[in-house]
């Protein structure tokens, strides 16, 4: 692992939790972040938009940085219900996730969208981190590498670099199954990816571009892939709604090397 991509672990909390025990599993993470000297890892929050305010005072001076699930392409307008990344940006988020498969299928977005809400985001100053993955029937049709190159081509914007952009690799049929792809497939996958985005961004990009693996990432596994040497970082899911459990996966960072 090159030193010049440290490790990032993200917790998507999708859907999930009031402002109380959200309030409480912050504090907490807040804390443990505390007890230990780290320059290794970051850590970032995912919460549900009305939490991004409560969140964004209550980790005020702390390392932690706040991002949000989810933004339109647009920075205002007459869109019902959503939220623009420029006013992410206002309430205190650092990062967005873009293209994750669960908006991808169930809000129909497709490479199009998510290359313009990436491009709003890194236009409001944010960290898009853009998802791909393929899913069981690709994966069953040997199409994985085909579909997450076809992703990867028409989903980043052409001025992303590594400071504003973050790929997350995110097989489907792994999210929320405790099926994982083994540590090779990982490694396999997370590399073609490195040197395509050679070929988008430049290549000194792409070697510092941070690669996260999702999917079922929980503490007992999570070392084996945040050791791997293009993994940068972990999006997790299920597992960071407990506090303690996403600690344990961020400690990993600080044995790996
Ligand atoms: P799980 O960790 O629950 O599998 O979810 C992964 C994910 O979708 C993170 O964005």
């Given at each position: 692992m090159?030193?010049?991509?440290?490790?990032?672990?993200?917790g998507n909390?999708?859907?999930?939790g009031l402002?109380q025990?959200?309030?409480?599993?912050v504090e907490?993470?807040v804390?443990a972040?505390?007890k230990?000297s780290n320059?290794t890892?970051?850590?970032?929050?995912?919460?549900?938009?009305?939490?991004l305010?409560?969140?964004?005072s209550s980790?005020?001076?702390?390392?932690i940085?706040?991002?949000a699930?989810?933004?339109h392409p647009?920075s205002?307008?007459a869109?019902?219900g959503d939220?623009?990344?420029e006013m992410?940006?206002d309430?205190?988020?650092?990062?967005?996730?873009?293209?994750?498969?669960?908006?991808?299928?169930?809000h129909s977005?497709t490479?199009k969208?998510?290359?313009e809400?990436?491009?709003s985001?890194?236009?409001a100053?944010?960290?898009?981190?853009?998802c791909?993955?393929?899913s069981?029937d690709?994966?069953?049709d040997?199409?994985t590498?085909?579909?997450i190159?076809?992703q990867l081509?028409?989903?980043?914007?052409?001025h992303s670099?590594?400071a504003?952009?973050?790929?997350a690799?995110e097989?489907?049929?792994?999210?929320?199954t405790?099926?994982t792809p083994?540590?090779?497939d990982?490694?396999?996958i997370h590399?073609?990816?490195?040197?395509n985005l050679s070929?988008?961004?430049?290549?000194?990009?792409a070697?510092?571009?941070r690669?996260?693996?999702?999917g079922?990432?929980?503490?007992?596994n999570a070392y084996e892939?945040l050791?791997?040497?293009?993994?940068d970082?972990a999006l997790?899911?299920g597992?960071s709604?407990n506090?303690?459990d996403?600690?344990a996966i961020?400690?990993?960072?600080?044995?790996r090397?």
């Open positions: 090159a030193e010049l991509r440290r490790p990032l672990i993200a909390w999708k859907m999930n402002r025990d959200s309030l409480l599993r907490n993470i804390t972040l505390s230990i320059s890892f970051e850590t970032l929050i995912c919460p549900p938009a009305t939490m305010g409560m969140i964004s980790i005020k001076g702390s390392e940085f706040l991002g699930q989810d933004c647009a205002s307008g869109y019902t939220i623009s990344a992410l940006a309430i205190g988020c650092s990062h967005v996730i873009v293209g994750h498969s669960e908006r991808r299928l169930a977005e490479n969208i998510i290359f809400k990436a491009s985001a890194i236009a100053n944010l960290i898009a981190i853009i791909v993955g393929e069981a690709q994966k069953a040997g199409q590498k085909n579909v190159l076809s081509s028409a989903s980043l914007p052409p670099t590594s504003n952009m973050i790929i690799y097989p489907i049929w792994a999210i929320g405790g099926v083994n540590k090779y990982v490694q396999e590399s073609m990816i490195r040197e070929g988008i961004v430049s290549s000194a990009n070697n510092q571009t690669i996260l693996y999702g079922s990432v929980k503490p007992s892939f050791s791997l040497p293009d993994v970082g997790v899911g597992a709604l506090w303690e996403f600690m961020a400690a990993c960072c600080l044995d090397e």
